[in-house]
């Protein structure tokens, strides 16, 4: 088996996957739209700026080399090797992919004439259907072709959709980011004051939400941010990073400040709440709020839908 050193294996990493497609398999490669390419052997697969994404596997990447070893199955020092001899062949639009590379765009699959599956999986999660109708709305929310899954946008300062996470709406756990999804952008619901609330993801945050309409009879008016998944941090507080959606959102809202923490009730969720209130602690107000029952705030929403049917049907009982 050859050997490839460290500057060789970073060499065939800056092979993005359309140049490698037009390299060494044309005959799999269609063109979609303008920049926009799938294959003939996996027609879920979205190509666009040399990034890509297997929606129905869930996964995606930014180089051939992640293509040949999670898509095409090759053992990775082979998948290097194949990239390297293909690139004695390379075409000057090499240079200008590569340039191309510094925009960062987010791949997302085009939306469904519905969004009714979404809606179903959502209130099957126990979420208020007003608030899912309210997001799909604002496009926040909205069911895709040809999977139909349920995905979560964030947008930038110019109304530009910069992020992305999925969800599988049949029973499978599918799930993950769209390629180019940029963090800082994560999927959040802007509102006003002077608090925000922090979540591992969009469902639960939407999970919360419901819980205080359930709670108020009104739509929470405080901002909800998702950071997009949580990291286990350093046990040495000098180098826990705030994550880049928290700082973004923090950046431009300056008159935050108080910060509510409802991250999941495990090890990374516990660690990562202790290790941002010591971080930011000093500039803000910091309450913990985790879920009261089960592991994440989803858990705890459809306890609540449980309880409230119990004490439902004991009433029907005594009034019989």
């Not at 920049?35 to 996964?59: L, Q």
């Not at 639960?204 to 309409?213: G, N, P, Q």
């Not at 990374?268 to 910091?286: C, E, F, N, Q, W």
């Amino acid at each position: 088996m050859p050997y490839y050193d460290k500057e060789q294996v970073e060499k065939a990493r800056e092979m993005d996957i359309l140049t490698y497609l037009r390299l060494c398999d044309p005959g799999d490669l269609v063109k979609v739209s303008g920049e926009n390419y799938s294959t003939r052997s996996h027609d879920s697969m979205s190509i666009s700026n040399g990034k890509w994404m297997w929606w129905s596997r869930g996964f995606g990447g930014a180089s051939a080399l992640d293509y040949l070893v999670k898509v095409r199955g090759h053992p990775f020092t082979e998948a290097v090797g194949m990239i390297l001899n293909a690139e004695g062949n390379s075409p000057p639009f090499l240079v200008q992919q590569k340039e191309e590379k510094r925009v960062k765009k987010l791949l997302i699959p085009e939306r469904n004439s519905n969004n009714d599956q979404v809606i179903r999986y959502l209130t099957d999660r126990g979420i208020d259907r007003g608030l899912i109708e309210r997001c799909i709305e604002k496009g926040l929310i909205y069911e895709s072709v040809p999977h139909r899954n349920c995905i979560f946008l964030g947008f930038d300062e110019s109304g530009t959709a910069r992020y992305a996470s999925f969800r599988a709406t049949k029973p499978t756990r599918i799930m993950g980011e769209a390629a180019g999804s940029d963090k800082r952008y994560s999927f959040r619901i802007e509102g006003k004051g002077s608090a925000v609330h922090i979540f591992e993801s969009a469902i639960d945050l939407l999970s919360f939400a419901t819980l205080e309409k359930m709670r108020t009879g009104g739509i929470l008016e405080d901002h909800m941010l998702s950071l997009a998944g949580v990291y286990q941090p350093s046990a040495d507080p000098s180098r826990v990073k705030v994550p880049t959606a928290l700082s973004m959102f923090l950046d431009r809202h300056k008159e935050v400040n108080e910060i509510v923490f409802y991250l999941d009730n495990d090890k990374a969720g516990r660690s990562m709440t202790k290790g941002l209130a010591g971080v930011l602690g000093s500039d803000y107000r910091i309450r913990n709020e985790p879920p009261k029952y089960g592991k994440d705030m989803n858990d705890e929403l459809m306890h609540t839908h449980r309880m409230l049917k119990d004490k439902h049907e004991r009433n029907d009982s005594y009034e019989r």
